[in-house]
């Protein structure tokens, strides 16, 4: 049984802080690794996708992968208010077919 | 941009009733997923197709059937409603082994 594990939090930061959220998986031959912000009551939209071992940026996000230690995180710059929602680290697979696995989420709460 | 269309964002059926959600895509991806999310339980595979005329069962497919007799179309059927089949259904799309699009969710209640 594949499994994506993530603090549910909430994580909360003041504005302007930087957020660091985590991920750990456990299907050592996962190759592509996606994280998505969920609004309370709407649906996922994808942030970053990151396949390589480093550091991926994009304008205020930063995600990071490690695979060596099934490891994934998303540091969010410059936190804003507008950034409070639900993370989700989702882990794709390659086991006959391409399916994410999605981790329960955490919880960023910007405070003002 | 790729949408994802559901056709209903909430519904509310009676137990025993059958169920029909459906769902389109219109950027030719030939993956579909349906996907449900509960409190504490996250987002859980029910089904997916990678073709058409083609399903393969998810993590909880019981109580559930589906059906995608074109490309750009994925219905979840729930044979017979019960109240433990209340929750927010979100159909995904992808690509590949590309991300997913999700449309905006349906949040079912059976009563």
Redesign the interface.
Known sequence: QKEVEQNSGPLSVPEGAIASLNCTYSDRGSQSFFWYRQYSGKSPELIMFIYSNGDKEDGRFTAQLNKASQYVSLLIRDSQPSDSATYLCAVLGYSGYSTLTFGKGTMLLVSP | DVKVTQSSRYLVKRTGEKVFLECVQDMDHE?M?W?RQDP????R?IY?S?DVKMK?K?DIPEGYSVSREKKERFSLILESASTNQTSMY?CAS?L??A???????TRLTVV
Do not use: I, V
């Open positions: 993956n997923f996907y504490g339980l996250g987002l595979l997916f990678y393969e998810g979100l992808s590949g082994a991300e997913a699009f999700f449309g905006q969710g």
